[in-house]
């Protein structure tokens, strides 16, 4: 995007439905990657990396032609050697592809893998809803057991949970498998023909296309012939019945609460039974922070052999929005624990003492420390201002008198104490203070 300036030239923007994550906002985005790292590891997931774009057949195949993303969201284009390529609007069918690519099938099963990536759709940008978005998900592959649907909806339940979110509603479903979900199409369209003329452009579609997306829709208009519709639930399979049967035994053992939503479908075409979902408890539509489920068609569908699998995708943006609207406080990064002063005279600096500033700054850090210095020959009181600023924990002064004593002045910021200690001493007292140096405890806060 592009603006032009009173001088008549040209100043970009980030494109539509895009943004700048920009430092400040960067530690609730650290915040989420290290809770997920943390969560990954203790459930066993390793992470996974694909190429950001991927041949467009992919997507096709695997989301399926009949729906939002295929028709209408996705960003494809022809490279110069005439790939037709798409940048990935999901996760799921790259890992998929890539399970089978490197023959996963092989190792022990059910293979964990997670992932953080961006992913990119063509949709109406909006609070909570960009045209580039970031996920974090998971995918267990090559097992059914609905033991494995409980864990993977609990991890997504203690995700969020373990972020600082509360007041969270788990909305969980089956949406049967290709045995009972046929005759239940039948029942969901036979319902749906008297309303035909009623329900938004696009139902129309779907009551030919794609059914069970009826459900999905956000149209105001559409809303109470959802409401009324038949429960896919009345309708599941027996060997469906008791796979969601035993998904509730288990995640009450787990203690997850959840609500039953019998209207609750995805809008990707591989599900099969469990699906389920994690929104704020007061959130509009595009507050959906969690949404997963099974999808135990998918890898045939990619030319592999039948295998099962479950995941979710958690949207970053959203989790920081939910964060934010919470009041969650987010760790921030802690100042530079030394900020290095030196002695300014009329004439500009004293040479010898920003020397010294210079040489200490780069000891500091070889050890680990995060230091910082003045740039500029600016007056004391200018650097002790932007110490301040800064937020740094120690400011060692160096001028004539210090020079002199092989030694430096310390302040400790906190308290405004000042006390003169020798070079070396000063520098082992930090060396002892923490391992990192950079971090003494209490200095970070934690939320
Ligand atoms: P929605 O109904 O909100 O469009 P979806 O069904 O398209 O969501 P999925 O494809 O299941 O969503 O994606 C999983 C998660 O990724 C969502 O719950 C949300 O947190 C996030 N997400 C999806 N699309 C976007 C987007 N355009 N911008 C930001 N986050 C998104
Ligand atoms: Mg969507």
Redesign the pocket.
Known sequence: MTLKTSQGQTRYRAPRGTQDVLPAEQPSWQYIREQADALCREYGYQRIDTPVFEDLGLFVRSVGEATDIVEKEMYTFEDRGGNVLALRP?MTAPVMRAYLEHGMASLPQPVKLYYVANAF?Y?RPQA????Q?T?FGIEAVGESDPALDAEVVEMAWRLLHRLGLRWLVLKLNSIGDPVCRPHYLETLKAYYQPYAGAVCRDCQVRLERNPLRLLDCKQGACQPVIAGAPKITDDLCPACQEHFDLLRHYLAELGVPYALEPRLV???DYYTRTVF?IQPQEGG??S????GGRYDGLIEELGGRPTPGIGF???F??MIQALKAAGVPVPQPPGPAVFLAYQVTEEGALLAAKDLAIRLAARLRQSGVQAAMPYGDRSLRAQLRLANTLGAQYVWVIGQEELQAGAVQVRTMATGAVTHLPVDDALALLRHQSPAGATPPGSESTG
């Not at 909570?128 to 045209?131: E, N």
């Not at 959906?288 to 949404?291: F, K």
């Open positions: 999901e759709r949709e909570g809803r960009l045209r978005f996920q995805r809008g990707l979902e539509q595009q959906t922070i969690v949404a995708a958690a949207g943006e959203r």
